[in-house]
């Protein structure tokens, strides 16, 4: 039987930095492999903050690439490859080919946990392998396992079989509750995450230790451990966390994230880059290329030269357009007007520093 490998990939963005800091520090039991996949397009920033990360753990991290023997950048063999054709939202090759393929690559056909940096405050799942010998777990969040592990174990067909476990699981004073959750059956009247939600709400170490015997009944990688000590974590983490993890260990946060003033038409403003990845991501904000365009120029007119052929990064507008004089003041105006509302209507969590979601993205896709 092949040695259970535990793995952690870093994106370059705060959350994975964050998560590699917080698992090797708080769980050093765990024999933690650290990669990040380099598609020959990151900021400087990136290469920086694995250096750091380097430095503070006294850890290796490899750097992994698509096509390793091509004497181009991973990006550009693809890009050729593709015909010149730009990755999109709804053609995102570079995901596959950039990230996920290396990654698969690398961990071959060995049992492997995979730690994921998603955030307590994000309302997302990430990457789940389709591969059996991978599984995901989310260290920051209430619920550490992935979806498709919950599904299994709270699936009606098994009721009975988590009923039996789940009885010598110490719930606490929520005992009863507990079981008559996991008695009810899954319907459009009573779903999944409602049945999660409430296991999770009466006791979360209990839940973990519920899923962590109903796992050694099945073939994934975690069946293969004797214990888990992620079975106790109880702790959930959002972004001020993050930010407070990497500001006190001395790695840093990533200097894209950092707010650089600017000012159009008498009023002024911020802005940043919300997320890691390759400097030309399709999925950043206008307001994201401005900021490229300003900040890093150099790096702008690169991603504009991939621009031809009728491919452009953006769905309706060329890099040569975005940076017309008059349309960076339109850009900068509709942005300050979002967050102008946005802190009308500021919600329980920090808002993101570009006002949106940083879930998207290719480095975030699994990392």
Not at 79 to 107: H, I, Q
Not at 265 to 283: D, I, L, P, T
Request: glycine share 6%; hydrophobic share 35%; charged share 30%.
């Amino acid at each position: 039987m092949n040695k259970i490998r535990h793995v952690l990939g870093i994106s370059g963005g705060k959350d994975s930095a964050a998560l590699a800091i917080y698992v090797k520090t708080k769980y050093p039991s765990i024999d933690l492999e650290f990669y990040s996949c380099d598609t020959g397009k990151e900021l400087d920033e990136t290469y920086q903050l694995i250096r750091n990360l380097e430095g503070h753990l006294g850890i290796k991290i490899k750097l992994l690439q698509g096509a390793e023997n091509s004497s181009e950048d991973p990006f550009d063999h693809f890009l050729k490859m593709f015909g010149g054709y730009l990755p999109s939202s709804n053609a995102r090759w570079c995901t596959k080919k950039l990230k996920l393929d290396p990654f698969e690559k690398y961990v071959g056909e060995d049992p492997v946990i995979s730690y994921v940096g998603i955030r307590g405050d994000e309302d997302r799942e990430g990457y789940i392998s389709t591969k059996k010998n991978i599984q995901s777990i989310f260290p920051f969040r209430k619920n550490i396992w992935s979806q498709d592990v919950v599904m299994k174990l709270l699936s009606n067909q098994n009721m009975e079989q988590i009923l039996a476990i789940s009885k010598n699981i110490d719930f606490g004073k929520y005992q009863e509750k507990a079981l008559q959750t996991i008695s009810k059956k899954v319907d459009a009247s009573f779903t999944l995450d409602q049945k999660s939600n409430i296991l999770l709400d009466t006791n979360v170490k209990a839940f973990n230790y519920l899923v962590f015997e109903f796992l050694k009944t099945t073939d994934y990688p975690l069946s293969k451990e004797e214990t888990f000590p992620l079975i106790e974590n109880d702790e959930i983490l959002i972004r001020s966390d993050i930010f407070k993890i990497l500001e006190e260990s001395g790695v840093g946060v990533p200097a894209y994230y950092n707010k650089i003033e600017f000012e159009v038409n008498g009023k002024k403003g911020e802005y940043a880059r919300s997320r890691s990845g390759c400097f030309f991501c399709f999925f950043q904000q206008k307001i994201e290329w401005v900021w490229l365009y300003e900040q890093h120029p150099d790096l702008y007119k690169k991603a504009m030269e991939y621009e031809k052929d009728g491919y452009t990064w953006g769905q309706y507008e060329s890099l040569e357009e975005l940076i017309k004089p008059q349309r960076i003041v339109a850009i900068k105006e509709e942005y300050l007007k979002r967050m102008e509302k946005k802190e009308k209507v500021k919600s329980s969590y920090l808002i993101d520093i570009l006002g949106e979601s940083e879930e998207e993205g290719c480095a975030a896709c699994f990392i």
